[in-house]
């Protein structure tokens, strides 16, 4: 059904930043399989033939040198007119647009209506102009069908049926409405007085009397499409072949080789330099791998389109790295800055943690509305855009890790080396941007989503062992412990810090003032036989960890586990949003990237 037929919603479902020109090209790749000089004259004419000419090279945003709200609508109408579908319903076409704009739209629709394909339109209010044009007509009222057929058969139907003539001038479907709102008025007015009927039952509702007198009509049963099931509208299906500008390209289903989503593209069109008929073949399915390419150029340019978000991201891990790095400015290889040194390495990885969350918890919600459409309309696979959104993410997200690691660790002057600290911090990242994207979908506003990361956050890092020792945390809480990822990440980057170092040996007033927590490091201190035993030696970083309860060996352990878990919140976020965009679960959120 997504091959023939094309949803469009009320609202704009378009990425902010890009051109019509570039949605278009980038809807070609995903749903077009042919040459790149197919899909440009595919745009080309599309771009003619719905006025947009003017404006192809705009961008979408929220400044007054934007596309209007109209040319939104056409460009939308452009998207789905790619693939030429049989079946075109929109909901709400002339929502925002003024009186002109909404005529000029509905004038549009009625054209492509006219080249063989049905047009299905929910309208609440139409104007005159814009009721005129319908070929048919349902009036839905609370679910219930109140009449089906022509204009001009409502004007009919509500002189003879209902007794309520039109003036010459007057708007049938104003009147009709007027006419039920006045009647449900009166049915109010008397429910007040009267709760109950003569009869014990509760009176019906306008829509019910409306709907029953239309179902009581002798013309009802010929052409109800309750009766029938599936309405043949060959109104709609009629072209004209004397008007010049309509459009002339007609689908025609073909078998080729058993292929699905193969269809035959007849062209006819003035001022393309084309004589007669061009016939085209189009596959509307690409492959898996192509389509993730897609999608992820698409992603990656979004990003960088607003290259004021990309520099403010960039300077704030910037600054960020720059104000740790200040405080544990060149850290010393004494006893009593361990504590500061442990404090540095805790720090860096809570921020990229807590960045991660906090920038991963709204993802999904804010281009909901814009993927849900693309996947029921058929531009993609679901995996294919979760890959992709994966990929890209992760690529941006490496880059403001790589500069944060690189600041941190050399103003810090840390032991470790610098690939494992930015890797550790990388997986950090990895894992708390899938755990945020995960928890978000299941959040019903970008509201409630920005208080998942704290919420998350602050048990696993009070809890990993840096604020409360293991055995100091009460027993109901120890399985926070034992899951917390902030642990694992914690006891790599200290073995990966202390594994090796040298500690310079402590002096005897520092001895005497408690300022040594590892002690003198000389087994044979306490046995004063000679001046020898009596020596403050170097202390290996390997004591740390054992005071600690760090084993090394368990550095490996604890990069399977933490692997682990972010191939599981992989799987996890992938579920939800297919929950999310599959579902259409939590429709009352808008698209925050598309407005």
């Not at 001038?169 to 429910?191: G, R, S, V």
Request: net charge neutral; with cysteine.
């Amino acid at each position: 059904m997504a091959i023939i037929s094309k949803f469009l919603p009320a609202e704009d479902v378009l990425y902010q930043g890009f051109t019509a020109m570039q949605l278009l090209g980038y809807a070609a790749a995903l749903r077009l399989k042919c040459s790149e000089a197919q899909k440009m004259r595919r745009i080309n004419l599309l771009i003619k033939e719905l006025g947009l000419e003017k404006c192809k090279h705009t961008a979408i945003t929220t400044s007054s040198h934007s596309l209007s709200t109209g040319e939104r609508k056409r460009v939308m109408i452009a998207l789905e007119l790619l693939t030429n579908p049989n079946f075109l319903l929109l909901d709400e076409p002339c929502s925002g647009l003024d009186s002109r704009n909404a005529d000029n739209t509905m004038e549009l629709l009625r054209d492509i209506a006219k080249n063989k394909r049905t047009v299905v339109v929910s309208i609440h209010q139409p104007s005159l102009s814009i009721f005129d044009k319908f070929d048919l007509v349902i009036w839905l009222n609370n679910g219930e069908m109140c009449f089906y057929g022509s204009p001009n058969k409502l004007r009919t139907y509500l002189k003879d049926k209902l007794h309520s003539a039109l003036g010459d001038t007057e708007n049938p479907a104003t009147h009709f409405m007027q006419l039920m709102e006045t009647k449900q008025q009166q049915q109010e007015q008397q429910q007040q007085q009267h709760a109950k009927t003569k009869q014990g039952g509760v009176e019906h509702s306008s829509g019910e009397e409306f709907s029953e007198l239309w179902k009581q009509r002798e013309l009802w049963k010929q052409v109800s499409p309750k009766q029938h099931g599936v309405v043949q509208d060959t109104t709609t299906a009629t072209t004209n072949q004397d008007t010049a500008h309509m459009f002339k390209h007609h689908p025609m289903p073909i078998k080729q080789h058993g292929a699905p989503g193969i269809m035959q593209q007849t062209w006819q069109s003035d001022g393309f330099g084309l004589s007669g008929v061009v016939e085209e073949n189009y596959a509307f399915k690409i492959g898996f791998f192509k389509q993730v390419w897609v999608l992820f150029c698409r992603r990656a340019q979004l990003q960088l389109i607003d290259l004021n978000r990309f520099v403010f991201n960039l300077s704030f891990y910037v600054m960020a790295a720059a104000f740790l790095g200040a405080i544990f400015w060149r850290l010393e290889l004494r006893q009593e800055k361990l504590r500061d040194r442990e404090s540095a390495v805790f720090s860096t990885i809570t921020f990229t943690v807590w960045m991660s969350l906090n920038t991963s918890s709204p993802k999904l919600l804010l281009e909901k509305a814009v993927v849900a459409h693309e996947y029921h309309n058929g531009y993609y696979r679901l995996p294919a855009y979760y890959l992709a959104m994966l990929l890209c993410d992760t690529l941006f997200m490496s880059v403001y890790i790589l500069v944060f690691t690189t600041i941190c660790w050399y103003m810090m002057g840390l032991n470790s080396a610098w690939l494992e600290f930015y890797l550790i911090n990388w997986m950090l990242a990895l894992m708390s941007d899938q755990l945020g994207f995960a928890a978000g979908s299941l959040a019903s506003s970008i509201t409630s989503a920005m208080l998942i990361a704290p919420f998350v956050y602050v048990p696993c890092s009070i809890l990993c062992g840096f604020f409360i020792t293991p055995e100091n945390i009460p027993h109901y809480f120890r399985w926070l412990h034992e899951i917390s990822f902030i642990r694992f990440g914690w006891h790599m980057i200290m073995v990966s810090e202390f594994v090796g170092l040298q500690i310079e040996p402590c002096t005897y007033e520092d001895f005497r003032n408690g300022k040594c927590p590892l002690g003198p490091c000389n087994p044979h201190f306490d046995r004063p036989m000679n001046a020898a035993h009596h020596k403050f030696l170097h202390c290996p970083g390997e004591k740390v960890l054992e005071v600690l309860d760090m084993p090394p060996e368990m550095w490996d352990t604890c990069l399977v586990r933490l692997s682990a878990l972010v191939i599981l919140l992989m799987i996890v976020g992938y579920i939800a949003c297919a929950r999310v965009v599959v579902t259409r679960f939590g429709s009352n959120v808008s698209c925050g990237l598309c407005r």
